[in-house]
């Protein structure tokens, strides 16, 4: 079992930054990938960043590319999301996931693919 607690959620005008965090408890060791997902009022929760626990490589949708950032310290077994230049369409429940076992890179947007899930952080960015 993986335990995920998010925390840095919060309200920020346009053009500001917040920073998530993913701290991961349990038995992270089979842990390959951790994800950034989020969830607006009526749309389907969409995949925003990933990295490989592993190696370190990132993957982000187009949406966020250039203003979010994700990272890792393992030491703590934390994941963060750097948001920078946040826009309104950025407002949405936030949410951190974990996939142990294989995962083929490519699919590292697929909310199916990861076991574990976080409770989630609002982010409200206004005009």
């Known amino acids: 079992q993986v335990q995920l607690v998010e925390s840095g959620g919060g309200s920020v005008q346009a053009g500001g930054s917040l920073r998530l965090s993913c701290a991961a408890s349990?038995?992270?060791?089979?842990?390959?990938?951790m994800g950034w997902f989020r969830q607006a009022p009526g749309k389907e929760r969409e995949g925003v960043a990933a990295i490989y626990t592993a190696g370190g490589s990132t993957y982000y949708a187009d949406s966020v590319k250039g203003r979010f950032t994700v990272s890792q310290d393992s030491a703590r077994n934390t994941v963060y999301l750097q948001m920078n230049s946040l826009k309104p369409e950025d407002t949405a429940m936030y949410y951190c996931?974990?996939?142990?076992?294989?995962?083929?890179?490519?699919?590292?947007?697929?909310?199916?693919?990861?076991?574990?899930w976080g409770q989630g952080t609002q982010v409200t960015v206004s005009t």
């Open positions: 349990g038995y992270t060791y089979d842990t390959n990938f």
């Open positions: 996931a974990a996939r142990t076992g294989a995962l083929y890179a490519a699919r590292w947007y697929w909310q199916y693919a990861y076991n574990y």
